[in-house]
């Protein structure tokens, strides 16, 4: 097809690299481990946005903004926090730069050394809890749902887009409660928001369930997570949720007045996802063509390419995709016309193929004088003859058709590689045949966690909450076990 | 009325300090310099955003999303942009925390010091023209129309909420020509967006000019500002576009084919508003009773109060409060309903007045017996009673004048507060008695311009673009003046 796009089957991860440059998603930029995100990405991103913002409004959450620097003695208040980011911080050290007095050009000014340095956050529970302090007197001033749509940095040394970069971009919930059962109930909640935006809006669908200790947020008493699985068989964390208890009340001293007037250190919760969730998006819908776009996603859901040779033709065939597009945009449907000259059909197909687009119409004289036109599926690379008097509408639930479609077919996929086994060495061999998801029985300690780990490189990606309880024995140690848990290798 | 709030004639600055923390709109971090938006103040922020991302993208932008940090080497490529930022970055030094080998607890790892050091923005051109030089080839590639919305660092000695902040939001266009006259062309398309927004959406008055050479942005050809008038008679720079002409090209050997197949460079804008709007909005229309908004921007527009004293009569005035606010649903006006038990209808009163609602219904038990509503504006502190049946779309009526009343009063408050002067010791005395607006010769020199600041402190806002021209001498030097330009102290 002229895409000189690496297969899956050849170098999966070669393919997801190419396939994010060439269809304009982002692109590395001078700055070590942090991306450019480009319009085309950037758009997709907006209408994640878009629906997790109309979400998160609708359960009563409102937009705040909080500082970008953290002080350092704020970011060591609560112990196990600070242990799990402490790694990866960016520090501001200065304030100030000038010229070298040795005419070496522009240095750090030595002499505007901050008193205190200044995290750049990785995560802003500490500031916010600061804030709160101030915010939080009686029960009356709770709930309190707050969440932030932010740029944050963690220092990775191995990076890759969307994936793992040093700054990405995300929202972040915080929310204060007068009870434990609510704070819980919170949590939970805004697991299952993510599980419904990730699974109806982006087409992928996900586990839900809860992290082991090892695998929780550092501070979190519980995390409530959505795992997706990817075609490569590897599972992906697409958003987690965090039952906070009262650590970070105690650790910034947030007390409230109870409704019999008995002071109480408030309980929390905090929720994220990020632009990592395009990652998943491209691992999870997108083939040897280019990126596959879910139609809630796509920045343009349909786009109409007038086939001609002389301006006669091109007349006749825009006047029908004018047509064409007024009829689709009163539908409510985001189309674009691709009536530029510089390009001939064949490099647009192409283009657009690349890019994801869910729905190619193609208009040549023919088709002017039939009255037809001609639509192209992304995600299944079908072409159909259409009459132009009824394609509006037929584009309209052929989108709705491709929505489902992408999200049956990723179902299909993740049943074949999910495997139940009862043995370590079966666990061994499907995870080096296959990979996927595989239950298998664990005895709940950390330390048999670890030697999987160790040996294996799979990771306890959750304990689902959507399944039966079937007791069993550990796959290693042979010790009892409530239920099988989730192993994978992960993103 | 309860509200504790200075008043405007007893000190101006002690009351938009106090008037920001009291209406929730902000209030100052533990970070120095940088402060927490609250919830109802970003609401605010929000509704800008949404209407200028709208303008802007129906002029052809795009969004994206370029790196927080610069490297240090980037930042000091324009001279004159180094020159105009360097003395306010903040700089990350390292990456890395770690427990401190003597148990003083947590210290920056001096083993992670980074090789070059990182800017955290001030300002994107640098990392961004980096980015153009891989995106532009040839005249096909141009324009290139991009907006990222953005937080930014400049480090600040005074800072003030909104006005002058360490960190504050912004959005930052930053767009790519073939020719200089398309380039101009977009600087001034882009300031004549800022004033159609910040005049009709938020209904401040401003004049739209060009800056003097000193007074331009860093690297600069041109700066294109809006400027307005506030309440104690100083000016606030609005919005700015900047024609960069090829600096930033040439800095970072950014060429393009053009349609002869010559290389050349190419010719930028970049222009921006920010959170400091929010003070303009402030110390335009808000009084001592707290803020005022213009409906545009309110997130409410409307807010009912209840008025009762039994079960009974909560029930009664619930209903007509329910029915009228479907009813203004249904036009597409932000309504609440405040049925909170926990406060009585004058401390809600008092609270939404300091919020700046502007237009507050109160329905008490005579008024479900009459079949009225009384209907309060926050503008005029003037109230009327209205039939329920006419209310809704008299209240629709009632917000449009609202916003044009609060333009007309800015507008003739500006023309009062205009002099036009003659002689440099007139100049003195309307600045010293007045300030406000002042129309004065000045002969076109940097160095009349900095004696007139410092002498007086008051600088030239800028050389306004729909003046007449009308040739004089300058009220200093009595050198030749093509025009009048227009002085005020600034914030």
């Given at each position: 097809?002229?895409?000189?796009?690496?297969?899956?089957?050849?170098?999966?991860?070669?393919?997801?690299?190419?396939?994010?440059?060439?269809?304009?998603?982002?692109?590395?930029?001078?700055?070590?481990?942090?991306?450019?995100?480009?319009?085309?990405?950037?758009?997709?991103?907006?209408?994640?946005?878009?629906?997790?913002?109309?979400?998160?409004?609708?359960?009563?959450?409102?937009?705040?903004?909080?500082?970008?620097?953290?002080?350092?003695?704020?970011?060591?208040?609560?112990?196990?926090?600070?242990?799990?980011?402490?790694?990866?911080?960016?520090?501001?050290?200065?304030?100030?730069?000038?010229?070298?007095?040795?005419?070496?050009?522009?240095?750090?000014?030595?002499?505007?050394?901050?008193?205190?340095?200044?995290?750049?956050?990785?995560?802003?529970?500490?500031?916010?809890?600061?804030?709160?302090?101030?915010?939080?007197?009686?029960?009356?001033?709770?709930?309190?749902?707050?969440?932030?749509?932010?740029?944050?940095?963690?220092?990775?040394?191995?990076?890759?887009?969307?994936?793992?970069?040093?700054?990405?971009?995300?929202?972040?919930?915080?929310?204060?409660?007068?009870?434990?059962?609510?704070?819980?109930?919170?949590?939970?909640?805004?697991?299952?928001?993510?599980?419904?935006?990730?699974?109806?809006?982006?087409?992928?669908?996900?586990?839900?369930?809860?992290?082991?200790?090892?695998?929780?947020?550092?501070?979190?008493?519980?995390?409530?997570?959505?795992?997706?699985?990817?075609?490569?068989g590897?599972?992906?964390?697409?958003?987690?949720?965090?039952?906070?208890?009262?650590?970070?009340?105690?650790?910034?001293?947030?007390?409230?007045?109870?409704?019999?007037?008995?002071?109480?250190?408030?309980?929390?919760?905090?929720?994220?996802?990020?632009?990592?969730?395009?990652?998943?998006?491209?691992?999870?819908?997108?083939?040897?063509?280019?990126?596959?776009?879910?139609?809630?996603?796509?920045?343009?859901?349909?786009?109409?390419?007038?086939?001609?040779?002389?301006?006669?033709?091109?007349?006749?065939?825009?006047?029908?995709?004018?047509?064409?597009?007024?009829?689709?945009?009163?539908?409510?449907?985001?189309?674009?016309?691709?009536?530029?000259?510089?390009?001939?059909?064949?490099?647009?197909?192409?283009?657009?193929?690349?890019?994801?687009?869910?729905?190619?119409?193609?208009?040549?004289?023919?088709?002017?004088?039939?009255?037809?036109?001609?639509?192209?599926?992304?995600?299944?690379?079908?072409?159909?003859?259409?009459?132009?008097?009824?394609?509006?509408?037929?584009?309209?639930?052929?989108?709705?058709?491709?929505?489902?479609?992408?999200?049956?077919?990723?179902?299909?996929?993740?049943?074949?590689n999910t495997t139940e086994v009862?043995?370590?060495s079966e666990f061994k061999e499907v995870l080096e045949s296959n990979g996927g998801f595989i239950l298998a029985?664990?005895?709940?300690?950390?330390?048999?966690?670890?030697?999987?780990?160790?040996?294996t490189?799979a990771?306890?990606?959750?304990?689902?909450?959507?399944?039966?309880?079937?007791?069993?024995?550990?796959?290693?140690?042979?010790?009892?076990?409530?239920?099988?848990?989730?192993f994978a290798?992960?993103?």
């Amino acid at each position: 097809m002229g895409k000189n796009l690496t297969t899956r089957a050849e170098d999966y991860s070669k393919w997801y690299n190419e396939l994010v440059i060439k269809a304009d998603l982002a692109e590395n930029s001078g700055v070590r481990g942090c991306m450019v995100i480009k319009p085309y990405g950037f758009a997709i991103w907006e209408r994640m946005q878009a629906e997790l913002d109309r979400m998160f409004k609708e359960t009563g959450h409102q937009n705040a903004y909080f500082p970008l620097f953290i002080p350092k003695s704020y970011f060591s208040k609560e112990a196990s926090h600070v242990d799990g980011f402490a790694k990866e911080c960016a520090v501001v050290t200065h304030y100030r730069l000038k010229n070298d007095p040795d005419g070496n050009g522009i240095i750090v000014d030595p002499e505007a050394k901050l008193e205190e340095e200044l995290i750049v956050r990785p995560t802003s529970e500490t500031i916010i809890w600061d804030t709160y302090r101030k915010w939080i007197q009686s029960y009356r001033d709770l709930p309190l749902l707050i969440n932030q749509w932010a740029n944050v940095v963690r220092w990775e040394l191995r990076t890759r887009l969307f994936l793992r970069t040093a700054e990405f971009l995300w929202q972040e919930g915080h929310t204060a409660h007068a009870t434990k059962d609510e704070a819980i109930a919170e949590a939970e909640q805004m697991m299952n928001i993510y599980a419904e935006f990730v699974e109806n809006f982006m087409a992928i669908p996900v586990i839900k369930g809860l992290k082991t200790e090892s695998e929780r947020f550092a501070g979190a008493l519980e995390t409530y997570c959505i795992e997706a699985l990817m075609q490569d068989g590897k599972a992906l964390q697409a958003g987690t949720s965090h039952f906070l208890g009262q650590n970070f009340a105690k650790a910034f001293d947030v007390k409230f007045a109870n409704k019999e007037g008995k002071q109480d250190y408030v309980w929390a919760t905090s929720w994220g996802v990020s632009t990592r969730l395009i990652g998943a998006l491209i691992m999870t819908h997108s083939d040897d063509n280019g990126l596959v776009l879910p139609p809630n996603l796509a920045p343009d859901q349909v786009v109409i390419v007038p086939i001609y040779r002389d301006d006669e033709q091109f007349e006749a065939t825009s006047n029908v995709a004018n047509e064409l597009m007024a009829e689709l945009r009163s539908l409510g449907i985001r189309v674009k016309f691709d009536n530029r000259d510089t390009h001939k059909p064949g490099w647009k197909f192409n283009e657009y193929e690349l890019k994801g687009v869910p729905v190619r119409i193609a208009i040549g004289p023919k088709d002017v004088e039939n009255g037809t036109v001609e639509v192209a599926r992304r995600d299944t690379l079908s072409k159909e003859m259409m009459n132009k008097s009824e394609a509006a509408s037929a584009i309209k639930e052929l989108l709705d058709e491709i929505q489902k479609n992408l999200f049956t077919k990723a179902i299909d996929f993740r049943k074949e590689n999910t495997t139940e086994v009862s043995s370590y060495s079966e666990f061994k061999e499907v995870l080096e045949s296959n990979g996927g998801f595989i239950l298998a029985h664990w005895d709940g300690t950390p330390e048999t966690e670890e030697q999987i780990k160790n040996e294996t490189k799979a990771t306890i990606r959750c304990i689902p909450i959507d399944a039966d309880d079937a007791s069993g024995s550990c796959m290693v140690t042979g010790k009892p076990s409530a239920r099988k848990v989730i192993f994978a290798k992960a993103y």
